[in-house]
């Protein structure tokens, strides 16, 4: 595909990408940034291999900026759109700044295909996470990390979280934004019903919950299908919320520290949860 050179910041179509920094204008087109190496090799990957993206998903690169340093740097990568057919400029320092939502830009940015799923689109379910008033992007990306990590189904953001799409969540979700289904904007109730549709327990992650993870990990209640819902990390999950789930359960602390932070505490729960369910023969490894 042809390919042109961006040195002015003031281009129409340098303004246009630089707007889906934005989440109006992201909706608006349903498109995103993937910004760094990282997130444009995960990008093109699930562009070109549909078993690695989402089902239901777009998943596509619809273009690339890179400076020329990153060009040199990144040439496989360079090449591996360009032979997707996927535009590919090059573009100055100051528009690449222009363009990063990061201090210290890595070069090299795809527009992206928005890749989120609808939640009746989500097939079995054996490992949920559904993320609740969750606010800070750097929480929900590592989160959405964590879960790909896991080997979880699918990462719900109900209606009052964070926009996955955000620049910082996509960056700490370091990729795994690609690899597994993304439900946006469903209401908290409507996912843990959904969850229970598909023979899921569901358990709120609470640091005040009255069980303990190793108890119920003990007890086999992580044996099957496990829906997890986390909240907010300064004020945990409305009593409503918790009352839809089968319960609160807390992460136990055994030192001094008065908490752990919602990434720490969802990956202690998510891969207890797996180790349990790998252990267990009622669910099929």
């Known amino acids: 595909m042809a390919s042109h050179e961006f040195t002015s910041i003031r281009s129409p179509r340098i303004k246009g990408v630089r707007r889906l920094a934005k989440r109006t204008f ?22 070109a291999d549909e078993s690695r993206s989402p089902e239901g998903a777009g998943a596509g690169v619809v273009e690339v900026f890179a400076t020329a340093e990153a060009m ?3 040439l496989t990568l360079v090449d591996t759109a360009r032979e997707a057919g996927v535009p590919t400029h090059r573009v100055s320092l100051d528009v690449m700044s222009e363009l990063a939502q990061t ?12 890749v989120d799923v609808p939640l009746d689109r989500v097939g079995d ?21 964590t879960a790909d990590a896991a080997g979880a189904d699918v990462v719900i953001f109900t209606d009052a979280s964070v926009d996955p799409y955000n620049g910082k969540c996509v960056r700490a979700s370091a990729g795994s934004l690609f ?24 358990w709120a992650a609470d640091g005040g919950g009255p069980r303990d993870l190793h108890e119920v990990a003990d007890g086999g209640d992580l044996d099957g299908p496990v829906g997890w819902v986390f909240g907010n990390e300064a004020w945990g999950l409305p009593e409503e919320t918790v009352r839809l789930t089968d319960g609160a359960v807390s992460v136990p602390i055994y030192g001094g520290a008065e908490s752990l932070n919602l990434a720490t505490a969802a990956a202690v729960c998510l891969y207890t949860t797996a180790r349990q369910q790998r252990r267990s023969p009622s669910v099929d490894a």
Do not use: K, M, W, Y
Request: glycine share 8%.
């Open 26 to 47: 992201r909706q608006r087109e349903r498109r995103f940034l993937a910004e760094g190496p990282q997130a444009v090799r995960e990008a093109l990957a699930a562009a």
């Open 72 to 74: 040199q740097r990144h």
């Open 103 to 114: 201090v210290t830009p890595q070069g090299i940015i795809a527009v992206c295909e928005f």
């Open 125 to 145: 379910v054996r490992l949920a996470v559904v993320l609740s008033h969750v606010r800070d992007p750097g929480n929900a990306g590592t989160v959405l990390r």
């Open 179 to 202: 690899h597994l289904p993304v439900v946006v904007g469903v209401p908290v109730a409507r996912a843990v019903d959904f969850l229970r549709e598909r023979g899921a327990v569901v």
